[in-house]
């Protein structure tokens, strides 16, 4: 599968809980990016990596909130001590930099459901 | 910072008939301004987008326009089917950023047969 994958694609858990996100990204993207899409709502950015940098943070990204790109590869969401709040889906997408192109694209997301 | 407006928020039009949404954006230094569609429980795939140096863009049955000075941009999709039923995003990347991109609200495009 040439495309972004995100694991898990579905997350339950208990308020105050911490979870963990996973993506994979198209292998020869540099540039992964972090969105939270509520119902009926875009996408808003959270967070951008150029290989294993964290370049950009959203100030939606609260300090519950932390990203890792640890070797330019996969990339890792977690959130902390969860609230309700928190339930969205985390989108995940890639993007290669080269030339003039910014095109993203998205994985399937992970759907949480704080309750 | 910058900011997205999307209009209309839903569409219904026949199928073969044409449809337009409409976005503009606040920060004039945008330069990348990609469109997106959703289908109920999917991810955001990309359609079409432009860049600020380009005017109008051409794929098959959809184009998109940008017009600078009013900093408005357009998806035009035209011969409409019901397969188009979705939601569509605009989004721009705004001016300094990395490549990061601010959507809009999102248009509930339906096609009626």
């Known amino acids: 599968d040439t495309g972004v994958s995100q694991d898990p694609r579905h997350k339950i858990t208990k308020r105050g809980q911490n979870v963990t996100f996973r993506c994979d990204p198209i292998?020869?993207?540099?540039?992964l990016y972090w969105y939270r899409q509520t119902l009926g709502q875009g996408p808003e950015f959270l967070t951008y990596f150029q290989n294993e940098a964290q370049l950009e943070k959203s100030r939606l990204l609260s300090d519950r909130f932390s990203a890792e790109r640890p070797k330019g590869s996969f990339s890792t969401l977690e959130i902390q001590r969860t609230e309700q709040g928190d339930s969205a889906m985390y989108l995940c997408?890639?993007?290669?930099?080269?030339?003039?192109?910014?095109?993203?694209?998205f994985g399937p997301g992970t759907r949480l459901t704080v309750t | 910072g910058e900011n997205v407006e999307q209009h209309p928020s839903t569409l219904s039009v026949q199928e073969g008939d044409s449809a337009v949404i409409k976005c503009t954006y606040s920060?004039?230094?945008?330069?990348?301004f990609p469109w997106y569609k959703q289908e109920l429980g999917k991810r955001p795939q990309l359609i079409i987008d432009i860049r600020s140096n380009v005017g109008e863009k051409k794929d098959q049955r959809i184009a998109v326009t940008l017009n600078k000075t009013a900093k408005h941009f357009s998806l035009h999709i035209t011969e409409t089917q019901p397969e188009d039923s979705a939601v569509y995003f605009c989004a721009a990347t705004p001016g300094g950023s990395q490549g990061n991109l601010i959507f809009g609200k999102g248009t509930k495009l339906s096609v009626k047969p």
């Open positions: 920060d004039s230094a945008s330069n990348y």
């Open positions: 997408a890639s993007s290669f930099q080269g030339g003039s192109t910014y095109e993203q694209y």
């Open positions: 292998s020869e993207h540099n540039r």
